[in-house]
């Protein structure tokens, strides 16, 4: 299959996917720049990727060299964004030798660099929206190049970690939390450690912890995930280090916030009876002034408060068999005893012979799953807290089950339920693009497939588009049942191929619930063939041996269609023995490949001798040339 990241692009292309919106002086400039190019213009640019900060500036840099002197007016210069996923081309700055035009924002190419040699790209601020493959093109009559640099966009994630350090707690339970947030991409991990206090080892933390699925709620697309850990506290936990460690791709080295804790042992309770005793004494002693003293007192540390419960907190996508996490917080109660109950409600459903029904419910039954929970309590000022935090792999057979969370506190005439529905998905196994046949020829019909295999739920929309515009003819075969209740699709376009189809990009959409965006597929229509790349010749052996054959091995890959011609040459005479050619065979991307051998055997006292491979295709300009120089070590002359 051939797309257009397959392609092997040619000067002749650069203007004629240039955006509508381009200056037309600069565009008039590149064609006839382009057509008078000669020579290669040696274009070095950044290692690819280049990885930028959100938010922060980026460099992209870009040297050539060019064999005279010249001024900036004798440059011309274009840089350009393609999105990876989209495959969408973006105009991003432009120098014409006398005019800037920056498309976007916080864009710049200073001119005065380019007679140095430099046509560097500074972008400023740049959000995630700037990732992509960007091309740097260089136009200095008659000469042309360009390179390719990938961007990818970080940014780091920023820690909190409660309650501060240092920390003081009685004996019991105690919840830490640590706050990760505004980080890309999604990816993270966090964990816990903990340094017991007079040691310098640190232990990892592995029960009790709950952390959430990363999520994006705000329009920068950044992500925030918070990650909790409850641990018994008594006297051997005195002075010891609670550690939050974040590792994350755009980190060098892991990022860590951590806290000491203070053990202190609870007063007898007769102390405590003592001290109450006291109190209600002066109370009763200063009449009016004690009662109020009393009621604040009551109302802020005794009174029962009844708990505020949040709906359940799930993923907004839940892929099938993958770990997801259903959180539900309890805030503000007194006392601390309370009762948070899980529970599972899936319909059981029957199969029926009649096709034109669908399964019929017979039961419902609620399964009691709060053993799957983690649900540390925490002290917040003179009320308690707790986050209930679910861990559940959900299957197929879940879809459209209900989790309820069930709360019992002695202030509550009845339980408070929350529960929500979770409804799977499971993203297509494979997606596809084929032709047949699978090398297009003018004249003959052209079908089209685009496949879709193992996804769930059932529905799908694939829309076919012509270089952007709706395609009416097409035909679907599905949704059809596949292995274990997944769905395939399969949607065909065919048309008879003619010489203004040459370049035209048909795109699939695919619309699914498990993709959470529109996925695309592409496929570039190539009538005028893909030129072949030809490797250097290959000796075998590396040193060749007077007496000993020798034989030279030439690689043509990627090239359509199949029909090609390769010669071999020593010293400028045309060779017909000692010569074996492979076979073309295609690949997987609808390029064929093939190597030519030629046979050799150096003689002793043998002058220095050349051997030329040439290779001549419909899609070449010009033949290709790779040459080997046979010199016999002076040890054999």
Partial sequence: MMNKEGRKETPTTLDSRSPCEWDRTMEVLLLLLCLMAADALEVKISPSPVIGLVYKDVV???????????????????????????????????????????????SLVNPAFLPYGM???????VTLMDEGIYTCTILVMPQYGNGNIQLKVRAQPTVQL?????????????TFS????????????????????????????SSDICTGVPSSHGFDGLFTVLSRVTQMVNETNNGSLYICEVQHESLKKPLRRNTTLLVTAL??????????????????????????FVTIFYQQRLAKVEPQ??????????????????ICNINGFRPKTIHVMWYRKHTHMASTEDPAREDIALSDVREDITSMAQQPLEANGRVYSISSCLTYTPTIKDNGAEFECSIQHSTLKSPIRKTTVVYVTARPATHYIFSSPQLPVQGEKLILTCVVEKFYPKNIDLVWFRNGHPVEEVTQFGPFPCESN??????????????????????????????????????????????????????????PVPGEELRLNCRINNFSPNLISVNWF??????????????????????????????VTPEHGAKKTVYKCRVEHGALKECIERLYTLQLPTAFC
């Fill in 267 to 292: 007063r007898p309770y007769h102390q405590d009876t003592g001290f109450i005793i006291g109190v209600a004494i002066a109370c009763i002693m200063m009449t009016g002034l004690c009662s109020i």
């Fill in 60 to 106: 992209l840099h870009c040297n050539f060299t060019v064999q005279r002197s010249f001024k900036k007016e004798d440059v011309a210069v274009k840089w350009t964004m393609k999105k990876v996923v989209s495959g969408e081309d973006k105009p991003v700055f432009q120098f014409d030798g006398n005019y800037t035009s920056s498309y976007r924002q916080g």
């Fill in 119 to 125: 046509a560097s790209l500074m972008l400023s601020n």
């Fill in 162 to 174: 409660s309650p501060q350090s240092v920390m003081t707690a009685a004996e019991g339970e105690k």
């Fill in 486 to 543: 997944f769905y395939s699709v399969w949607s065909q376009t065919e048309f008879t191929l003619t010489k203004d189809n040459e370049g035209a990009i048909y795109t699939c959409q695919i619309h699914h619930s498990s993709f959470g965006n529109v996925e695309e597929l592409s496929y570039e229509i190539n009538l005028q063939g893909t030129p072949p790349e030809v490797l250097w010749i290959t000796p075998d052996p590396l040193s």
């Fill in 178 to 205: 640590c706050h990760v947030r505004n980080f890309y991409p999604q990816r993270i991990n966090v964990s816990w450690l903990v340094r017991k206090h007079g040691s310098t080892h640190e232990a990892p933390l």
């Fill in 309 to 326: 419960v949040s709906s359940i907190i799930k993923p907004d996508l839940i892929p099938v068999n993958e770990k997801i996490r259903l």
């Fill in 570 to 599: 020593r010293d400028g005479e045309l060779l017909h023995e000692r010569i074996c050619h492979s076979v073309a065979v295609i690949g997987t991307n609808g390029l064929f490949s093939m190597w030519s051998l030629l046979r």
